[in-house]
């Protein structure tokens, strides 16, 4: 036995406890201490039942993740499981917290199962490009049949302690005192000479043979075109607890999750696990003292206004939204409004929470009334001048040591900051829109910022739901400078011989849900217009420019809210190709003389991935960023990178940095200084390095 299983008897029940804060991860200490608890139990005549409960928070939420795609000691969860199901004493598990992948495959080994109503269960190893690995494809079918189990096991998505009793997953739910409960109930089980039940021998799942096969039959068509193969080999492995020996089962379950543990994708998708984890480590954390805030108010009850006060008052906040004029106000609350209409009639939430909600909304028109909250955030148009006029008008106003944050998806903070008297308190907040929606939120510190005002924007984010990123000040920042790059990436081939839909329909096969002409359209093509004109001083007029978005423009195709763009929009026909569009697109490479070639799906690919990567790598000799998983997990976050590739750092360490750098060479006498390989490449190739050896671990 070790500290971290312990083993207690009370009146002929043994009690192994699994303690491993914070979350019980199943090491393998604890699966060793597990084996040794039950052999104990099992060999002991005294013991007529055992109950499985763990410390803290939570029941085993999951397998050691620092364990994956590394040689595992034995014993492994399945040969745990396996000798928990094997006791000749009935097992209780008895559930708090999360009971997740591992921790429920070991719940589902026990011959029973208790919980609390607050717990939840679910096998979610699919969002690590895995498979259950402890008996979950062949345990789960058996009670619940094919659809049930692959709804949980394809989606990953847990369920409440509710929905497992009704669908026979665990006997009781407990309302509290659940060691006390699991106790009584062990001992009625002594007294009633209840047998074991072991889950390998149950079969309700299996009494309509049909009706499973029919569900598998239609979960492989939905899974098809699936770019993780863990997917297919969970149908696979379902499809097997019917036709197969629960052992011969279990076998193809570990072959599968052998297989896939170390693949490309997963081990992509364990990158963009710990990379999330990794962003909210950040210097200014280390000596901080986090500031007060209890009250928020919003500058800008436009779209990214209203999406940011949500944000806020579904966190709890009280906020204050600011407009300059009646009419925009009462617009920007009506839209308030109808979201939490929309939510109560979706069922998200009920009305009492969004009458809560709303009472914590106060709008005004004064910005005298910012006095005394503890944060504003600036969400005017995206304008230095305007911000300019806001933040001189907020420095007469807010409070001593209020932190004003700019929500700003390019503009230098640094240059905002200095116009008023407190740069310290100065902080960039790059929310994505959907503000409410969007998980992504780009913290930007300035030359200035307050070591305490990073930290404090950190702390924020979680309390938002949001995955905070550290950027310093530059054009864009990380994302959208890298998004620039991608753009530009694209642009140079679409005016070389490839079309807006080729490009699209590219990167949508390599995993984008959209490609890069399909998002210019939903967002607006005169939001990239605005930046390029404002940028248009600064511009080398040796740089390659291409027009073709401007000419769009200039003729009023906007995308989306305009009905045109690099599409046609409307008429209920979805997006078709844009022909006038196609037409300035020939007319600008007859004016500049370019014989339009053909592009292969792969070559578009690897241009704008290695476009992007380079970008990156730019971004982390610059100081931009802090390191090459932050990159990562803005892409992943914002702007629709797949997830299952990791982020572009990542891909471009799986296709190779000397592959990548060889190509941007080869690209470079069409651009030279566009396509110049990062010296970055170098420093790292010559010591056999990656990007992900930079992240710090």
Same mark, same amino acid.
């Given at each position: 036995?070790?500290?971290?299983?312990?083993?207690?008897?009370?009146?002929?029940?043994?009690?192994?406890?699994?303690?491993?804060?914070?979350?019980?991860?199943?090491?393998?200490?604890?699966?060793?201490?597990?084996?040794?608890?039950?052999?104990?139990?099992?060999?002991?005549?005294?013991?007529?039942?055992?109950?499985?409960?763990?410390?803290?928070?939570?029941?085993?939420?999951?397998?050691? /993740?620092?364990?994956?795609?590394?040689?595992?000691?034995?014993?492994?969860?399945?040969?745990?499981?396996?000798?928990?199901?094997?006791?000749?004493?009935?097992?209780?598990?008895?559930?708090?917290?999360?009971?997740?992948?591992?921790?429920?495959?070991?719940?589902?080994?026990?011959?029973?199962?208790?919980?609390? *109503?607050?717990?939840?269960?679910?096998?979610?190893? /699919?969002?690590?490009?895995?498979?259950?690995?402890?008996?979950?494809? *062949?345990?789960?079918?058996?009670?619940?049949?094919?659809?049930?189990?692959?709804?949980?096991?394809?989606?990953?998505?847990?369920?409440?302690?509710?929905?497992?009793?009704?669908?026979?997953?665990?006997?009781? /739910?407990?309302?509290?005192?659940?060691?006390?409960?699991?106790?009584?109930?062990?001992?009625?089980?002594?007294?009633?000479?209840?047998?074991?039940?072991?889950?390998?021998?149950?079969?309700?799942?299996?009494?309509?043979?049909?009706?499973?096969? =029919?569900?598998?039959?239609?979960?492989?068509?939905?899974?098809?075109?699936?770019? /993780?193969?863990?997917?297919?080999?969970?149908?696979?492995?379902?499809?097997?607890?019917?036709?197969?020996?629960?052992?011969?089962?279990?076998?193809?379950?570990?072959?599968?999750?052998?297989?896939?543990?170390?693949?490309?994708?997963?081990?992509?998708?364990?990158?963009?696990?710990?990379?999330?984890?990794?962003?909210?480590?950040?210097?200014?954390?280390?000596?901080? *003292?986090?500031?007060?805030?209890?009250?928020?108010?919003?500058?800008?009850?436009?779209?990214?206004?209203?999406?940011?006060?949500?944000?806020?008052?579904?966190?709890?906040?009280?906020?204050?939204?600011?407009?300059?004029?009646?009419?925009?106000?009462?617009?920007?609350?009506?839209?308030?409004?109808?979201?939490?209409?929309?939510?109560?009639?979706?069922?998200?939430?009920?009305?009492?929470?969004?009458?809560?909600?709303?009472?914590?909304?106060?709008?005004?028109?004064?910005?005298?009334?910012?006095?005394?909250?503890?944060?504003?955030?600036?969400?005017?148009?995206?304008?230095?001048?305007?911000?300019?006029?806001?933040?001189?008008?907020?420095?007469?106003?807010?409070?001593?040591?209020?932190?004003?944050?700019?929500?700003?998806?390019?503009?230098?903070?640094?240059?905002?900051?200095?116009?008023?008297?407190?740069?310290?308190?100065?902080?960039?907040?790059?929310?994505?829109?959907?503000?409410?929606?969007?998980?992504?939120?780009?913290?930007?510190?300035?030359?200035?910022?307050?070591?305490?005002?990073?930290?404090?924007?950190?702390?924020?984010?979680?309390?938002?739901?949001?995955?905070?990123?550290?950027?310093?000040?530059?054009?864009?920042?990380?994302?959208?400078?890298?998004?620039?790059?991608?753009?530009?990436?694209?642009?140079?081939?679409?005016?070389?011989?490839?079309?807006?839909?080729?490009?699209?329909?590219?990167?949508?096969?390599?995993?984008?849900?959209?490609?890069?002409?399909?998002?210019?359209?939903?967002?607006?093509?005169?939001?990239?217009?605005?930046?390029?004109?404002?940028?248009?001083?600064?511009?080398?007029?040796?740089?390659?420019?291409?027009?073709?978005?401007?000419?769009?423009?200039?003729?009023?195709?906007?995308?989306?809210?305009?009905?045109?763009?690099?599409?046609?929009?409307?008429?209920?026909?979805?997006?078709?190709?844009?022909?006038?569009?196609?037409?300035?697109?020939?007319?600008?490479?007859?004016?500049?003389?370019?014989?339009?070639?053909?592009?292969?799906?792969?070559?578009?690919? *690897?241009?704008?991935?290695?476009?992007?990567?380079? =970008?990156?790598?730019?971004?982390?000799?610059?100081?931009?960023?802090?390191?090459?998983?932050?990159?990562?997990?803005?892409?992943?976050?914002?702007?629709?990178?797949?997830?299952?590739?990791?982020?572009?750092?990542?891909?471009?360490?799986?296709?190779?940095?000397?592959?990548?750098?060889?190509?941007?060479?080869?690209?470079?006498?069409?651009?030279?200084?566009?396509?110049?390989?990062?010296?970055?490449?170098?420093?790292?190739?010559?010591?056999?390095?990656?990007?992900?050896?930079?992240?710090?671990?």
């Amino acid at each position: 036995m070790t500290a971290q299983v312990r083993y207690d008897v009370t009146d002929g029940v043994a009690l192994i406890r699994i303690s491993n804060p914070p979350v019980n991860a199943l090491s393998q200490t604890i699966r060793q201490g597990l084996i040794d608890a039950f052999e104990k139990a099992d060999a002991d005549d005294d013991i007529g039942a055992i109950v499985l409960m763990a410390d803290g928070k939570t029941f085993p939420a999951g397998a050691d /993740v620092r364990e994956f795609g590394r040689p595992r000691a034995a014993p492994i969860l399945s040969d745990v499981c396996a000798r928990i199901e094997d006791c000749t004493k009935p097992v209780l598990a008895a559930i708090h917290g999360h009971a997740l992948g591992g921790g429920f495959e070991l719940a589902l080994a026990c011959h029973y199962r208790i919980a609390l *109503q607050d717990a939840t269960m679910g096998l979610p190893e /699919v969002n690590l490009g895995v498979l259950p690995g402890g008996g979950g494809t *062949q345990r789960v079918p058996r009670i619940v049949g094919a659809n049930a189990a692959l709804e949980m096991m394809v989606t990953g998505k847990p369920i409440s302690a509710d929905k497992a009793a009704a669908m026979g997953l665990i006997e009781k /739910v407990i309302h509290k005192n659940l060691e006390r409960a699991a106790l009584a109930s062990a001992r009625n089980m002594i007294a009633q000479s209840t047998p074991p039940r072991p889950t390998r021998d149950r079969h309700e799942g299996f009494e309509d043979p049909i009706q499973f096969s =029919e569900a598998i039959k239609s979960w492989r068509a939905r899974v098809a075109g699936n770019f /993780v193969p863990s997917v297919r080999c969970i149908v696979d492995c379902v499809e097997a607890a019917l036709l197969l020996p629960f052992e011969a089962g279990i076998a193809l379950e570990r072959q599968c999750f052998d297989d896939c543990e170390t693949g490309p994708q997963a081990t992509a998708l364990r990158h963009a696990f710990f990379a999330e984890r990794r962003a909210a480590k950040v210097p200014e954390l280390e000596g901080a *003292q986090l500031r007060d805030v209890s009250t928020i108010g919003v500058v800008g009850a436009g779209t990214m206004g209203v999406g940011i006060a949500i944000s806020c008052l579904d966190a709890g906040f009280p906020v204050t939204l600011v407009e300059r004029d009646d009419d925009g106000l009462t617009r920007g609350i009506a839209r308030i409004k109808d979201n939490y209409e929309k939510s109560v009639g979706k069922g998200r939430i009920d009305q009492s929470a969004a009458n809560d909600r709303l009472s914590r909304l106060n709008g005004t028109t004064d910005m005298g009334r910012l006095s005394d909250v503890d944060l504003v955030i600036e969400a005017v148009f995206e304008d230095e001048t305007v911000k300019r006029d806001v933040f001189q008008h907020l420095d007469k106003v807010l409070r001593p040591g209020a932190i004003l944050a700019t929500n700003t998806s390019y503009l230098d903070i640094d240059a905002l900051a200095a116009t008023i008297s407190r740069p310290e308190d100065v902080v960039g907040y790059h929310f994505f829109s959907p503000a409410h929606i969007m998980k992504l939120l780009e913290i930007v510190v300035g030359e200035k910022t307050h070591r305490d005002v990073v930290a404090t924007g950190f702390a924020l984010a979680k309390k938002l739901r949001k995955v905070p990123v550290r950027a310093g000040v530059a054009d864009g920042f990380i994302g959208n400078r890298v998004l620039a790059a991608y753009r530009l990436a694209a642009d140079f081939m679409l005016e070389d011989g490839a079309s807006p839909a080729q490009i699209d329909a590219a990167m949508r096969a390599y995993g984008f849900p959209l490609g890069p002409y399909q998002v210019l359209d939903m967002a607006g093509l005169d939001i990239s217009w605005a930046r390029r004109k404002r940028l248009a001083a600064t511009r080398d007029p040796d740089d390659r420019y291409v027009a073709i978005g401007d000419r769009m423009c200039e003729e009023g195709w906007f995308g989306q809210k305009s009905g045109r763009g690099y599409y046609v929009h409307g008429h209920g026909l979805g997006p078709v190709e844009n022909q006038d569009a196609l037409a300035i697109i020939e007319d600008e490479r007859r004016r500049k003389n370019i014989t339009p070639r053909h592009f292969e799906a792969d070559e578009i690919q *690897q241009r704008c991935l290695n476009a992007m990567a380079n =970008e990156g790598a730019r971004l982390l000799q610059e100081g931009v960023a802090l390191r090459p998983s932050d990159i990562d997990v803005v892409l992943l976050y914002g702007y629709g990178f797949p997830r299952f590739r990791g982020g572009p750092m990542m891909a471009a360490d799986q296709r190779g940095l000397l592959a990548v750098k060889n190509a941007l060479l080869s690209y470079q006498p069409e651009e030279p200084k566009f396509w110049a390989p990062s010296p970055l490449f170098d420093e790292l190739i010559k010591n056999g390095r990656h990007f992900s050896d930079l992240n710090g671990d």
